[in-house]
């Protein structure tokens, strides 16, 4: 035998010797038994004496043991899984304050029960923010109930003034799972019921659909189209010539006042103030450039550079509460808030719509979470975003709430349809419009 096949006849014989060691063989050596490790050492009781040199008993007597099977080696295993699980739970600890925050679910989510196709091409546009604003997302409910209403037959000995609720539920639980229903969207829902429950049951079932459509027609009309217009002849007043109007974010009506005012001959020019991760601001800046107001372009850490130079805040609102507590795009309370300690005036433009009754105190205890997107793309300007995108990150959590609550002590007034109404007595809207919210 060659040299070389002398070393791998002895491999295989120390393999065969190791592999019958760890079955559980005997061990016999000057007359004495002793059985596997693993069966019959105890652990040791005394941590000094077994951290010597990490040897199991037996192999400071002398006997041959294996290091895959010894006490110690599954101590070892044990102690790094309970390592791997507490690195995980920290991590995910991280962050389970925030858990209760909504969570958009995924695109491919499965719908349940009988929803209708344009239903859920509207929860897909949701969730992804493709539509996005309290007035576009109540004006696109609306619309799509509409075809669902009008593919809708009502089953026999049913009526459709009770079935259609129905129907319409499991319509409305697939849009909350998409992304959960703002103000303004479970205040129209829940104007479409009342009118559905009124229903003549003696009606024919496309009179009764027809009747529908029309009162939907005028949800839309009245209270979001009619009443930005109303709010633009109200808040134009408030801009003059040479003043420096700061807005954040953006906000569909406070585009069209300062549009409207502008084409009504005021002169002034904007600073739109943005913030990541859906820098909103550049649809609004866009806007305002192309109808040649002159116009400045900051994010939000930049605003105590300019707020002295501001004249008035023009901001939009999610949604307004009996308290006076505007719910808004985070960011929008410290605008405000600063805006207050300069002694610039807040005036907010909201529509009576998306009025809630409840009172809100806190911007945590109910929420959702902005798309994360890319939190480096094009900074810094001198690498590519491709070397700046983050992927893989076990350890990276990104948190981003949508909203964030303005105290009314930092409003000095919010204007409506209903006229201009300040933050302390928001409580008198339903009573102002006959309790129809």
Known sequence: MTKAE??????????????????????????????????????????KKSSKGNESPLQTKGFLTTGASGPSSKSTKESKASAAAEEADGRSRGLRI????????????????DVHPAIVHLGLMFAEF?????????????????????????????TLSRHLMTHLSVQISHLVSARPMSVTMGNAIRQLKLEISGSDIDLPEQDAKDALYGKIDNYIRD???????????????????????????????????????????TRFSVIVVDSRPMLEGKRLLSAFTAASIPCSYLLLPALGSVISEVSIV????????????????????????????????????????????????DSFTKNELAPSGDPFSSFPLNRSPTSLIIQNQPNLEILNPLYDLTPPT???????????????????????LGRLI
């Not at 014989?13 to 105890?42: D, H």
């Not at 925030?98 to 029960?113: D, E, I």
């Not at 349809?417 to 339903?430: K, W």
């Open 98 to 113: 925030f858990s209760h925050f909504a969570l958009q679910k995924p695109v491919g989510h499965v719908a349940k029960g």
């Open 130 to 158: 493709k539509i996005s604003g309290a007035n576009a997302r109540c004006i696109a409910t609306l619309s799509v109930f509409k075809r669902v209403i009008q593919d809708y037959t009502t089953p026999p000995n049913n």
């Open 223 to 265: 209270r979001i189209i009619i009443a930005d217009q109303v709010i633009q002849e109200t808040a134009m007043k408030k801009i003059h010539d040479g003043d420096v109007v700061l807005t954040y974010a953006r906000s569909s009506v406070v585009q069209k006042v300062l549009l409207e005012a502008w084409a009504g001959g």
């Open 6 to 47: 002398r070393r791998e006849l002895q491999e295989r014989q120390r393999a065969a010797k190791a592999a019958k060691v760890a079955t559980g063989p005997q061990i016999s050596g000057a007359g004495l038994s002793v059985k596997s490790p693993q069966a019959t050492t105890p652990a040791p009781s005394n941590p």
């Open 314 to 361: 023009l901001v939009g609102a999610h949604s307004i509460h009996s308290n006076g507590a505007v719910f808004s795009r985070a960011g929008t309370a410290l605008v405000a808030m600063m805006a207050k300690q300069h002694s610039v005036p807040v005036v907010v433009c909201c529509e009576t719509y998306k009025f809630s009754e409840g009172v809100r105190l």
């Open 410 to 432: 930092s409003i000095t007034a919010v204007v409506t349809e209903a006229g201009v109404i300040p933050p302390d007595s928001i409580s008198s809207i339903p009573l102002a």
